[in-house]
């Protein structure tokens, strides 16, 4: 798909990505929403205090589900590995998503913290866009699947100067707007797109408003994406 090319949506897979910050109810779950990537981690200590509750209901629920693991600029790639790896994900199992790195603005415990983090990727590109490929070569390496990456069209360029290096992972874009966000350079599609940070699923979510997300695809290619048969 070209850059900014608007395309209907009425047939995509639709789907949605959590973390602790949402309270789902999955009993009430409505029909039509087909996937759910799920936080699992963050830097080198945090783990999402709802992954494990989130990452079974959904599989009970028979959703295909992915989970993904948020970037810390200023933290060791390989300890940064072990903290998400470590959450007890299986990527072989049949409807198990590739695992996500989120590469964005970060997140502290102050806004001014979060606005000092950011000023020090911009200081450090190269060296913050270097931890940034080792976690996704670690990560790529122990799960035995191409991970991929969640950023904005223009993060990487701007605050990593670079987004051909990324280019060979998949690609799962974020652009609240009602066409596809321009892709990166180096990137010639997209697996996901986050078009939403206010959805709601049927009234069921609370605790946060939820993003939603499009799937690039069939339900069939998603299942293929998923090591599971149609």
């Not at 949402?22 to 999402?48: C, L, R, T, Y």
Request: glycine share 8%.
């Amino acid at each position: 798909m070209k850059a900014g090319f608007f395309k209907n949506t009425k047939n995509m897979v639709k789907g949605f990505d959590i973390s602790h910050f949402n309270n789902i109810n999955w009993s009430a779950m409505p029909v039509g929403e087909q996937f759910a990537f799920i936080k699992a981690a963050q830097g080198v200590s945090f783990h999402d205090p709802a992954f494990q509750y989130n990452w079974h209901a959904a599989r009970a629920k028979g959703m295909i589900v992915g989970t993904y693991d948020f970037w810390v600029a200023n933290t060791d790639p390989k300890a940064q590995a072990d903290n998400f790896l470590n959450r007890g994900v299986d990527w072989s199992l049949p409807g198990v998503l590739p695992p996500v790195i989120d590469i964005e603005n970060q997140v502290g415990a102050t806004p001014v913290m979060s606005a000092q983090m950011d000023k020090y990727i911009l200081n450090n590109k190269n060296q913050c866009r270097d931890n940034a490929l080792q976690l996704l070569e670690i990560v790529a390496a122990r799960s035995g699947k191409t991970p991929i990456v969640y950023c904005s069209p223009n993060f990487l360029n701007e605050y990593l100067g670079d987004s051909v290096s990324f280019s060979k992972y998949g690609l799962w874009i974020a652009g609240y707007q009602d066409h596809v966000p321009h892709l990166p350079a180096g990137f010639t599609n997209w697996l996901f797109w986050q078009y939403s940070q206010y959805g709601q699923l049927n009234g069921q979510a609370a605790g946060g408003s939820l993003d939603l997300d499009y799937f690039n695809g069939t339900y069939q290619q998603l299942q293929a994406l998923a090591n599971a048969a149609s």
